[in-house]
T-cell receptor, first 112, second 118 residues
Framework: KQEVTQIPAALSVPEGENLVLNCSFT??????LQWFRQDPGKGLTSLLL?????REQTSGRLNASLDKSSGRSTLYIAASQPGDSATYLC???????????FGPGTRLSVLP | DTGVSQDPRHKITKRGQNVTFRCDPI?????LYWYRQTLGQGPEFLTY????????KSRLLSDRFSAERPKGSFSTLEIQRTEQGDSAMYLC????????????????FGNGTRLTVT
């Protein structure tokens, strides 16, 4: 059974810092991995999608990497801003079926 | 692209009542998903449609839950005889996928329906 964990559960940083969020999954047989952000009381917003054949994806100040063999992904946020404050979740799609399994998220606070 | 739309945004109901939620996916997306999320947790998969066919159902989807996507466009999720444990955010997502291919476009979520059972 695929399990996804995220460390840390919460993180508070001053504005301008670079930071790394971690995602681990137990079964390396995945099709892809997706990172999302969620603002309080809202749905999830897609940030980056990495196919299993890819090693990383970049969008603006965000860079996500994928190491399937070790069951890990990282989300790097450069020059953090207060507007980045949200919960960040990763999800993996298993290589059978269409079910995405989510981690519990990392709650990020960027202090001005 | 008007995004994924869910209705209602909030629903308060008494235990034992039936409720129905609606999801309108992004128009060209053939895949539609329902998830449930409780406070402090990631979303949990409930069910998935490819066009009008319901292809996967989680064990979380008890016989009180039913989902339909009659014409391969919008979907409804009905909960019968609601219980307090059903209180959660119900999220709908859609994506574009090719049959027989592992490729998936990114999942796009709606803002969810928050259900409170009193």
């Amino acid at each position: 059974k695929q399990e996804v964990t995220q460390i840390p559960a919460a993180l508070s940083v001053p504005e301008g810092e670079n930071l790394v969020l971690n995602c681990s999954f137990t079964d390396s047989a995945i099709y892809n991995l997706q990172w999302f952000r969620q603002d309080p009381g809202k749905g999830l917003t897609s940030l980056l999608l990495i196919q299993s054949s890819q090693r990383e994806q970049t969008s603006g100040r965000l860079n996500a990497s994928l190491d399937k063999s070790s069951g890990r992904s990282t989300l790097y946020i450069a020059a953090s801003q207060p507007g980045d404050s949200a919960t960040y979740l990763c999800a993996v799609r298993k290589n059978y079926g269409q079910n995405f399994v989510f981690g519990p998220g990392t709650r990020l606070s960027v202090l001005p | 692209d008007t995004g994924v739309s869910q209705d209602p945004r909030h629903k308060i109901t008494k235990r034992g009542q039936n409720v129905t939620f609606r999801c309108d996916p992004i128009s060209e997306h053939n895949r539609l998903y329902w998830y449930r999320q409780t406070l402090g947790q990631g979303p949990e998969f409930l069910t998935y449609f490819q066009n009008e066919a319901q292809l996967e159902k989680s064990r979380l989807l008890s016989d009180r839950f039913s989902a339909e996507r009659p014409k391969g466009s919008f979907s409804t999720l009905e909960i019968q005889r609601t219980e307090q444990g059903d209180s959660a955010m119900y999220l709908c997502a859609s994506s574009l996928g090719q049959i027989g291919s592992s490729y998936n476009s990114p999942l796009h979520f709606g803002n969810g329906t928050r259900l409170t059972v009193t």
